[in-house]
């Protein structure tokens, strides 16, 4: 009766964009609380279900699509399905859903179709008003989803749910309160991997982040909070931050790791250290356990909390890799986008993991509206010492207005997206020279020469300052497989997994 649909993934064959498909953990957390309540459901996983399955988007497109045809989804719906749920966690893959969910309703138009995740919640007037979908999940989606099932299994009307919007029998939107956020979220059943191909993820280190071997995604807290204006985490979660019980989240590494035999986990949080107190108490938990288990941060997460003692309780507890988001170099749009970092203190935490073995990564983002070549130099500079100090990655990315974030509405508001949101093309790439530049006085081109520019610069000294340890992960890439770094996984993908794509 109730089928759950993972759309596909997205791969570039050009550029320097890397796309990593990896496990939806919101629907693997949404079938385990249905499970939980005796509900049983169909999980078609139309991206890890075929991973090694390449098509172009469309033609002499150079963005492909990994996983299932439209076509081989459709072959696997049970026909007594009555209630459809897809996921949209990331904007990019908006196409891909609606363009499945649309083909679905063609088979199935007494259905009722639901939606839920980042996107959906940031914008679900485009969303109902595709064509395709009855009911969009605003936020955290358990509950919401569980109680509308309910009610449609028991013939009841379901439009007076909280935490929904939906299209009403005139076609007009309506909008429901929100609903309150879950505070003990220990309380939720380990996400039911066994129904979305992980084993096929884990074998094809399909994880976001470094290769750490046998690797599944891990959620330790929901929401953020901090408000920086190009982020929809305040649309989605509000800005309630819930971290997990640092027992419960080794419990469930404890499990994972016994039942799939694995390595690695890859944390999912918005920014998984905030409260010093229970992140130590995670680490003295996981070392305690003894797993032999290494685990990332690869999202990227804030600094605050950071000092010596943590820092080396996360290296003993399996942490290896981690992400750090300055976002910019320039204090002036680190004020404007309300981003409430502290330079010296973020370099203080820099500092601090050098003297420790986990690799650290940071990411910039230039073109901001308020972004100048003066900015730009600061952020240049930045990079710099970030390189000297011994940072191992950086990702420079340009600025795009991201749906539910502060910025994409008011650009909405303004006028400068239009409602046919033809501008949701560029988060596809974040890195192309084409894509339009939101920069009061900059070009496209501008930011994109300089983008370019602040790789070389932070790689070349790197290399300067510190080649043997470049040689290293070169080394124990070949010999051994290992990423010890984010640029081994952009080597892997572009001198091999890309020449594989180009050839299907």
């Known amino acids: ?96 859903v609606n363009h499945i969910a649309l083909g679905v309703r063609e088979l199935f138009p007494e259905a009722i179709f639901i939606a839920g995740g980042e996107h959906p919640t940031a914008l679900p007037d485009q969303v109902l008003n595709s064509g395709a979908f ?32 939906y299209l009403n029998n005139q076609n007009h939107i309506i909008k429901n309160v929100a609903r309150k956020r879950v505070r003990n979220i220990d309380n939720f059943p380990y996400p039911d991997w066994d129904e ?34 190009f982020c929809s985490n305040e649309d989605m979660w509000t800005r309630q931050y819930i971290m997990r019980e640092g027992k419960s989240l080794a419990n469930e590494m404890e499990f994972m790791k016994n039942k ?85 203190d973020f370099f203080r935490v820099v500092k601090i993991f050098q003297k420790v073995n986990i690799t650290v990564g940071c990411f910039v983002v230039i073109g901001f509206p308020e972004d100048n070549i003066s900015t730009l130099k600061e952020s240049l500079a930045m990079i710099r010492k970030l390189a000297v100090l011994g940072v191992d990655d950086i990702t420079v990315s340009k600025f795009t207005p991201y749906p539910g974030s502060p910025l994409f509405n008011q650009f909405r508001e303004n006028g400068v997206i239009d409602d046919k949101l033809e501008e949701l093309a560029d988060i596809i790439s974040f890195y192309s020279s084409e894509s339009k530049s939101y920069s009061e006085s900059l070009t496209s081109k501008q930011l994109h020469f300089w983008m370019i520019w602040m790789f070389l610069n932070f790689y070349v000294i790197t290399f300067v300052c510190r080649p043997m340890k470049v040689i ?33």
């Open 472 to 504: 290293k992960n070169f080394w124990d890439y070949f010999s051994k497989g290992v990423e010890n770094a984010r640029y081994m996984r952009f080597f892997t993908e572009i001198f091999v997994l890309r020449r594989k794509w180009e050839k299907s």
């Open 196 to 229: 979305w191909s992980i084993e096929e993820y884990i074998s094809h280190n399909q994880v976001t982040g470094i290769n750490l071997g046998r690797s599944i995604p891990i959620l330790g807290s929901r929401g953020c909070p901090y408000a920086c204006t």
């Open 1 to 96: 009766m109730i089928t759950l649909i993972n759309h596909q993934g997205l791969k570039l064959i050009k550029g320097i964009q890397i796309q990593t498909p990896s496990p939806s953990i919101g629907l693997a957390y949404i079938g385990a609380f249905l499970k939980q309540h005796a509900i049983q459901y169909t999980a078609i996983d139309a991206c890890g279900a075929a991973l090694d399955q390449i098509f172009p988007l469309e033609n002499d497109s150079e963005i492909m699509v990994q996983g299932l045809t439209n076509k081989q989804i459709l072959e696997r719906i049970p026909k007594d399905t009555k209630i459809f749920g897809f996921t949209c966690l990331f904007s990019n893959a908006w196409p891909l």
């Open 134 to 165: 009855d009911a969009v999940v605003m936020g955290e989606g358990e509950e919401t989803f569980l109680e509308m099932i309910n009610k449609i299994k028991n013939n009841e009307p379901w439009q007076d749910v909280d935490g929904i919007c």
């Open 260 to 344: 799939y035999s694995l390595t690695g986990f890859s944390f999912m949080d918005s920014t998984f250290v905030v409260n010093r107190k229970k992140t130590l108490d995670f680490c003295n938990e996981v070392i305690k356990k003894d797993m032999n288990i290494t685990y990332q941060i690869p999202a990227g997460t804030r600094c605050e909390a950071f000092d010596v003692e943590l820092a080396k309780k996360l290296e003993e507890s399996g942490l290896k890799n981690l992400a750090l988001a300055p976002e910019s170099g320039s204090e002036m749009i680190r004020e404007v986008t309300k981003k409430q970092i502290k330079i010296d």
